[in-house]
Structure formats: structure tokens, C-alpha cells
């Protein structure tokens, strides 16, 4: 199964006390494979991370094999927008969403309250 890590899930992952970590280690053991779209790397890299934690995420999750927001995925972000709640607010967990949808993978987020009622979109 295709994994995408929600920005949450990433932060508790690879930053301060890396709480999620095992999980993520768990995620490659059971042959999962991980990834992260575009709309999550924008939402990492715009928060203050450390060289280190940059590197981490690099090694992990390099960023030139991010999932792409592209049409298709603009597409089913714009048909979510219109059917899901608060909309206007949630603009970028749907981008995340579409993506993950798109690739008919599964979502790991931390968040699950901001993603539970995304029709079609599968979390972990």
C-alpha cells in the first residue's frame, strides 16, 4: 500500500521527540511504501526545521520524489471543495487529500478530525 504522510504525522515523526518515528519504521517493515505530496512538503518546509531534520526528510522522503499537485489531483481537490464542510479553511488538507486519492493510497495523519469525513480518502 501506498502510505502518504500527512504534515502532522511528518513533524511528530522527525522532529523534537520523534514520537512517531517507530511508527513510521513500522510502515517499512509491514513493505508499505511512504511518501508525501507536494502540498505536505510545502507545509514541512515552511516551518522552522533544523539542517538536521531537513536531512532526515531528505534521506527519508527526498523531496524531488514528492507526489505532484497536477491536474488530476487539482481536479479532485476542486470536487471535494464542494463536499465537504469549511471548505474555504481546509484548501491545502484537501490538495493533500486529492493526492493521496488520486494515487488510491492511504493518508497518515495525526489530524484524523481535519480528514475523517474527505470522501474516498483511505487513513491509516
Given at each position: 500500500?501506498?502510505v ?12 523534537g ?9 513500522e510502515?517499512?517493515r509491514?513493505?508499505h511504501r511512504?511518501t508525501?505530496?507536494?502540498p ?5 518546509l515552511?516551518g ?5 531534520e531537513l536531512?532526515?526528510q531528505?534521506a527519508?522522503?527526498?523531496r524531488?520524489?514528492?507526489?505532484p ?11 471535494l ?6 471548505a474555504?479553511a ?14 488510491e ?15 474516498g480518502?483511505?487513513?491509516v
Open positions: 500500500m501506498i502518504h504522510l500527512d504534515t502532522s504525522a511528518l513533524v511528530d515523526a522527525l522532529t521527540h520523534r514520537q512517531s518515528l517507530p511508527r513510521l519504521h510502515f517499512v509491514e513493505g511512504l508525501l505530496s507536494a505536505t512538503l510545502h507545509e514541512w515552511r522552522p526545521r533544523t539542517l538536521g536531512r532526515d531528505e527519508l522522503l527526498p524531488s520524489a514528492a507526489v499537485f497536477d491536474a488530476e489531483a487539482a481536479g479532485t481537490a476542486a470536487d471543495y464542494g463536499q465537504v464542510p469549511r474555504r481546509r484548501q491545502l488538507d484537501l490538495a493533500i487529500a486529492a493526492c493521496a486519492i488520486v494515487q493510497g492511504a493518508l497518515w495523519t495525526l489530524n484524523e478530525e481535519d480528514f475523517g469525513d474527505i470522501p480518502l483511505k487513513l
